[in-house]
């Protein structure tokens, strides 16, 4: 009797501290802020896969032939990916002058980008080197935007996030990247395809170069509402800065009472102030390398898993059964892409993101053996539904674990100065896979998913050995678990600045 009273006067206290938590957050203004920064992630979603949708649209207007169209194809959807790298490899950098401010130079890269490839894309046949010349330059400064955009953004969002809401936040950036997707697919049930009949009637329409130019119109809306409405930057960022005056400002809009305010600063004081034990950068990154390691392994799993295979070969399947046909399954597969990701942000902070991301590649894992034993060139009756089905069940497993847990566990383990760098890791991995893909579906076929199959293997056992949880703790308690040195020498977390010094003395 005593226990259960004991038990239901703890139960009591936490809930009235849980009930004290959302009291002093002011969630309308976090919702908003949390929008503002998300037209990011949609940019980032759509980037990536409207050029596809809209392939067919560019092979009628320039009338591309079967062989033109794939060496374009390729080289135009390459450009993104190495534009990204190369954004997010210089994300440490811009983001030492603020998290805000990085945004404003990614909206730079997003608007002049959008009218290089829409505004100022000729698309006379006579002039159609120079219009692809425009069109390629653009999509590299797009490129640039998203790669700035992917380090960004969940980095900012966990900085502003209250503890209890980091996790179902976090997971919010990859739900409005596949929310993007499955607008670009719908876009391209509208646009025309490549087997048009009126190539100058295309060219003169303006359906695609809205299309191309509407995330200009995104980066616009995100610089307005920042300037208009959120005019702070991160708590973190002005920490590390000693900016006091302005730290307490962006406390203050997000929680309600000074009570708030004070913990908070209290906590990113202390961790400022904390002197580091190991002494020199390098002391600072053998301590924290095994966090460095487990953050470069996760951003490479995200893209091992085999989703750029799955997405790239399930269009051929669906051609099968005609091109009107198939651009509507493929409007299905990005919807269950979308839908799938409500699962992450459901479960994300109830079984914890070490949990998910084993489950995912387990998941995974197996989908993409079925996939290797369905698979046909010629694919028809059962072999083309279990194909199909499998196709539809391996992007529930990824979206619900890889796809969006892994960016948020970036930016919950690593210094920001890192993050960088496993940022430029996935869209290297992204690279490597989009060039290799298509040689091993027409070299090895079937084999090709089985070769996913064992690094998802490899990569279950990864996660099982080394990653750690990270639900309900402080980004400064994520990162200390990886600490190589006995508890009581660990090293706490320094200044943005002073990690930053640290890593390029190291490289």
Known sequence: GINAEYMGLQNNQSMLHREEEEKKVR??????????LLIGSVIFGYQ????????????????????????WNSILTTLIPIGAMIGA???????????????????????????FVSIFHSVDIEHKAAGIAFFSFGRVLLGLSVGLYSSVTPAY??????????????????????????????????????DCEENQEVRNSKGWRVAMFFPGILSFLQVISLLAFYRYDSPTFYSEADEREELTKALEAIYQDEAGVREKIAELQNALKQSVAGGPGESLFKQYKMAFIVGIAIAAFQQLTGINIVIFYAPIVFKKQGEDTAKVLSFVMSLINFLATFGAVFFVDKLGRRLLLIIGSIGCGFFLFVCCLSFSEQPSGASSVIFTVSIYAFIV???????PISWLYLSEILFNAWMGFAIATNWLVVIVVSLTTPHL???????????????????????????????????????????SVPKDLKVNLVSQQQITLNFTIIY
């Open 27 to 36: 969630l309308g203004h976090l919702i908003g802020y949390l929008c503002t």
């Open 48 to 71: 990536i896969s409207i050029y596809g949708s809209a392939l067919g649209t560019f092979a009628c207007m320039y009338e591309w032939t079967e062989e033109e169209k794939d060496k």
């Open 89 to 115: 490899l210089t994300s440490g950098i811009v983001m030492k002058y603020g998290r805000r401010q990085t945004l404003f130079v990614c909206a730079g890269f997003s608007i002049v980008g959008s009218f």
């Open 157 to 194: 969002i966990g900085e502003i996030a209250p503890k209890k809401y980091a996790g179902i936040f976090g997971a919010c950036h990859q739900l409005l990247v596949t929310f993007a997707i499955v607008v670009t697919y719908f876009i391209g049930i509208l646009l025309p395809s490549e």
């Open 397 to 403: 497993m990824f979206e619900i674990s890889h796809g």
């Open 441 to 483: 579906i027409g070299g090895i076929g079937r084999w090709t998913y089985f070769i996913y199959f064992i690094l998802m293997v490899g990569a279950t056992a990864f996660i099982i050995v080394f990653v750690k949880e990270t639900k309900g703790k402080t980004k400064e308690e994520c990162i200390e678990q990886y600490a």
